[in-house]
């Protein structure tokens, strides 16, 4: 089944301890991309990757890095979580150039 | 800046047509998307606009004119399961804008 496949799903931290999110695909699709959805604000893009080794900033990247070694993952890394980066996070992937993203199901985050 | 406009909440009855509209702000979009999300659940792709003009893909519609600025969804024989968050979204290059939702709200 062709699918994006994050995790975790929800996790609790706290203040300072480095997490990661995973997000890997399976339709070799070539571009991924993160997004934070808070309320009021809508789905805010964090960081994009086009292809292998290809990573830039969207909208909102403090905070965050990532990494796009392999081209079917593309994980989240915050390196020192703090209460603003409470969200729920979304991972997608796209054929190259085209207008339909394939969403993940979804990070539910709590920093506390 | 880069910003698409959508109308927070729309409400309508089963049966009926419902039109989303979305303007933007920004030049230069490669195209326009249309998303659909249900509280707490992952936003999925109902359609895609490259070209002005409208693309119509079963009961969904959408429209673009990019020398106005503006597209729009049209929801055709609403149903109550269509009850859900639209999100309009903008790409250019790697970079993808969405607008801040349109709540609709379908009613018997």
């Known amino acids: 089944e062709a699918q994006v496949t994050q995790n975790p799903r929800y996790l609790i931290t706290v203040t300072g301890k480095k997490l990661t999110v995973t997000c890997s695909q399976n339709?070799?699709?070539?571009?991924m991309s993160w997004y934070r959805q808070d309320p009021g604000l809508g789905l805010r893009q964090i960081y994009y990757?086009?292809?292998?080794?290809?990573?830039d900033k969207g909208d909102v990247p403090e905070g965050y890095k990532v990494s796009r070694k392999e081209k079917r993952n593309f994980p989240l890394i915050l390196e020192s979580p703090s209460p603003n980066q409470t969200s729920l996070y979304f991972c997608?992937?796209?054929?190259?150039?085209?207008?339909?993203?394939?969403f993940g199901e979804g990070s539910r985050l709590t920093v506390l | 800046g880069q910003s698409l406009e959508q109308p927070s909440e729309v409400t309508a009855v089963e049966g009926a047509i419902v039109q989303i509209n979305c303007t933007y702000q920004?030049?230069?979009?490669?195209?326009l998307s249309w998303y659909q999300q249900h509280d707490g659940g992952a936003p999925t792709f109902l359609s895609y606009?490259?070209?002005?003009g409208l693309e119509e893909t079963g009961r969904f519609s959408s429209f673009l004119s990019r020398s106005d600025s503006y597209g729009y969804l049209l929801l055709q024989e609403l149903q109550m399961k269509d009850s859900a968050s639209y999100f309009c979204?903008?790409?250019?290059?790697?970079?993808?804008?969405f607008g801040q939702g349109t709540e609709l709200s379908v009613k018997p």
């Open positions: 997608a992937s796209s054929p190259k150039n085209t207008g339909e993203l394939f």
């Open positions: 339709m070799n699709h070539e571009y």
């Open positions: 990757s086009m292809n292998v080794e290809v990573t």
């Open positions: 920004t030049s230069g979009f490669y195209g």
């Open positions: 606009n490259a070209l002005d």
């Open positions: 979204a903008g790409r250019k290059g790697g970079k993808l804008i």
